[in-house]
């Protein structure tokens, strides 16, 4: 048995007063709600009465790939009702903006208690969930333990897990059995997921595909976008999506070597965190480039060489303006961002050598044609360049992009022994109806269940 596990819950315990300390500094620098830090310790439950699917999505990525679900869900179970969790701020707001009204009255938002077994245990008591589901990789040892002993079904939704990751879990093997053991199913990205997950000690790992692969496209106002593109006018512009700190400074070094080239070049950022807007204006002017910030209310001006667009979910807005996007995440070891929603758009992608949070995409889409590789700033302007003074390049990726994205649409069949779902269903179909069978019979929380200390 694994000492890692016990070590993990009493450095966590004894931990507890110093987190209370970090979640009112996060509050202080808008990375938590100050009002609803009592949900970070477990409280603020508000269960319903019949059944009640507790999922847990970490930020906005996955927040958005599982809507399809929950709605796939709700309409499948016409009684049951939906908990949500997430870990950021931004996945909340955007949930509230575009959840459906027809999930509204049938689900309830909550942040996730931080990993300290009395909070969690605290969290299941109140919420008392029938089932439970954790996006991607939400691996938290103590709250997985405190599911697991109330006797909570759980499963592993759009599950990854790199090679890099897959090497870092086996210096503690008995750690990663206890906690992947403990799902009764895991619904993995892919076969190569699939087999690292399985080797690591998950069990029933079927693969169906990438919730992400199925997403709809980004939205956008179109009065915003009409506004924009008058403001604009007829300049070359182009986009640089979901930024990470060290990325804004190769992108302002592409633009500064590109604008001699091209007269009236608007080079727009919209950074991973709105909250990072500040700092990346005062980059950008430091460099001596003007610079306006969208969420001052300001439209990119005559004058305007940069525009950072630090709003929350008005990322399609910028894909739809400016059809040509690096995506961000990617030229720092970050992993990348998804490369499938510029390509949903029409837009010409680019991307950095670091893009492993999307391997398949990305290798999908370079081999397409759908994407081009950049290394660093240099190429960066010579590809920007070479795009906005050949349109017609930037029309053939654009396309190609469209084409791969299309083949990824059609509904996929389980590769598993285990009877799935028809393969009729679309992929979030298909999720939800493997979700709804853990669900145990009957209605409302089970007599004596979660008897948690």
């Not at 509204?104 to 009395?118: E, G, K, M």
């Not at 299309?406 to 269903?425: D, H, K, V």
């Amino acid at each position: 048995m694994t000492l890692l596990g016990p070590l993990w819950q009493a450095g966590a315990t004894l931990l507890a007063p110093l987190l209370r300390l970090h979640l009112w500094r996060r509050a202080g620098r808008r990375k938590e709600i100050g009002a609803r830090l009592g949900e970070r310790r477990g409280h603020a439950a508000a269960r319903p009465a019949g059944r009640l699917f507790w999922l847990h999505a970490a930020s906005v990525g996955e927040t958005m790939s599982l809507l399809p679900v929950l709605e796939a869900m709700a309409a499948q179970a016409p009684d049951l009702h939906l908990l949500l969790t997430t870990g950021t701020v931004t996945s909340a707001d955007l949930l509230a903006d575009r959840l459906p009204p027809a999930l509204r009255p049938r689900l309830q938002h909550r942040f996730v208690p931080l990993d300290v077994p009395a909070w969690c245990a605290r969290f299941l008591r109140g919420w008392q969930p029938d089932a439970a589901a954790f996006v991607e990789s939400e691996l938290w040892p103590n709250l997985l333990r405190a599911t697991a002993r109330g006797g909570v079904p759980m499963a592993l939704v759009n599950a990854r897990m790199s090679a890099a990751s897959a090497r870092r879990w086996r210096w503690a093997p008995g750690l990663g059995r206890r906690m992947l053991g403990g799902f009764r199913l895991v619904l993995a990205q892919s076969p190569a997921d699939a087999a690292r997950l399985t080797a690591l000690g998950a069990t029933d790992v079927r693969c169906l595909g990438n919730l992400k692969d199925a997403a709809l496209p980004l939205p956008a106002a179109p009065a915003a976008l009409a506004t924009l593109r008058g403001a604009v006018g007829a300049r070359p512009l182009w986009l640089a999506a979901s930024t990470h700190p060290g990325e804004e400074a190769q992108v302002l070094a592409a633009h500064a070597a590109m604008a001699h080239h091209l007269p009236g070049l608007l080079t727009i950022i919209v950074p991973r965190h709105p909250e990072r807007g500040a700092a990346v204006a005062a980059e950008a002017a430091a460099a001596g480039l003007a610079v306006a910030r969208r969420s001052t209310g300001a439209l990119p001006g005559a004058e305007s060489a940069i525009y950072v667009a630090d709003t929350l979910g008005e990322l399609g807005l910028f894909y739809r303006l400016a059809r040509l996007a690096f995506v961000g995440g990617s030229l720092v070891p970050h992993g990348g961002q998804n490369p499938l929603e510029p390509a949903r758009l029409g837009c010409a992608i680019m991307l950095g050598p670091h893009s492993w949070n999307f391997a398949d995409s990305v290798a999908g889409l370079l081999a397409a044609g759908g994407a081009l590789s950049v290394a660093d700033a240099g190429a960066l302007a010579a590809t920007v360049l070479d795009v906005l003074t050949n349109p017609q390049r930037g029309e053939n990726v654009a396309k190609a992009a469209a084409t791969f994205v299309e083949t990824l649409g059609a509904p996929t069949t389980a590769t598993s022994t285990t009877t799935s779902p028809a393969p009729q269903q679309s992929l979030p179909g298909q999720v939800a109806q493997a979700l709804l069978d853990l669900l145990p019979k009957g209605t409302g929380p089970r007599a004596g269940h979660l008897g948690l200390g």
